[in-house]
């Protein structure tokens, strides 16, 4: 069964700061994917990035960054040089290919708090 | 880039009323929708896959008579709460996919909040 796990509830940085998101992912697909989505307090979902099970480059778009290692089964997000716009719930996610990669599941979420 | 619309945003009934949201994907076709809910301070829950065309796949535990879900179109899905209590009350999103390929994403609508009076 597919399950992802953040395990930090809260966090709370001050502004300028780096800051990493854990994400611990389980399945039994060799085919997955996996995405990253920021809820700002207003509610909507953004989409920030999405990758493949078989593509572990880390990406890296502007501030942001992802390390995938599929040895500990972890898709890290880091936030350099935070700023207070960051402000939001980020949700960690992954849909198996034998499932028709059309069910996400979701992890239970990060709520990141960047303070002037 | 890829848009749905949710629409209402926000909406507070009395107990017993049936509510219809609806999410539409505006500038591409989807053959399948997600509709999700979530609690406050919670992780989203799948309740159920919409398909064009053809009945929705709810998800375990998601009663199909309560929440009614319509995809009648390649860009609009309803879902209707019917005969809504304020257990019902939550935040539930929609999201829709542009096809149906695996490493595709889906794009989220802004979301639905539900009081129940």
């Known amino acids: 069964a597919q399950k992802v796990t953040q395990a930090q509830t809260e966090i709370s940085v001050v502004e300028k700061e780096d800051v990493t998101l854990d994400c611990v992912y389980e399945t039994r697909d060799t085919t997955y994917y996996l995405f990253w989505y920021k809820q700002p307090p207003s509610g909507e979902l953004v989409f920030l990035i999405r990758r493949n099970s078989f593509d572990e480059q880390n990406e890296i778009s502007g501030r942001y960054s992802w390390n995938f290692q599929k040895s500990t089964s972890s898709f890290n997000f880091t936030i350099t040089a935070s700023q207070v716009v960051d402000s939001a719930v980020y949700f960690c996610a992954l849909s198996e290919a034998s499932q028709g990669a059309q069910k996400l599941v979701f992890g239970q979420g990060t709520r990141l708090t960047i303070n002037p | ?117």
């Open chain 2, 1 to 117: 880039g890829a848009v749905v619309s949710q629409h209402p945003s926000w909406v507070i009934c009395k107990s017993g009323t049936s509510v219809k949201i609806e999410c539409r994907s505006l500038d591409f076709q989807a053959t399948t929708m997600f509709w999700y809910r979530q609690f406050p301070k919670q992780s989203l829950m799948l309740m159920a896959t919409s398909n064009e065309g053809s009945k929705a796949t709810y998800e375990q535990g998601v009663e199909k008579d309560k929440f009614l879900i319509n995809h009648a179109s390649l860009t609009l899905s309803t879902l209707t709460v019917t005969s809504a209590h304020p257990e019902d009350s939550s935040f539930y999103i929609c999201s829709a996919r542009e096809h149906s390929v695996g490493n595709q994403p889906q794009h989220f609508g802004d979301g639905t909040r539900l009081s129940i009076l």
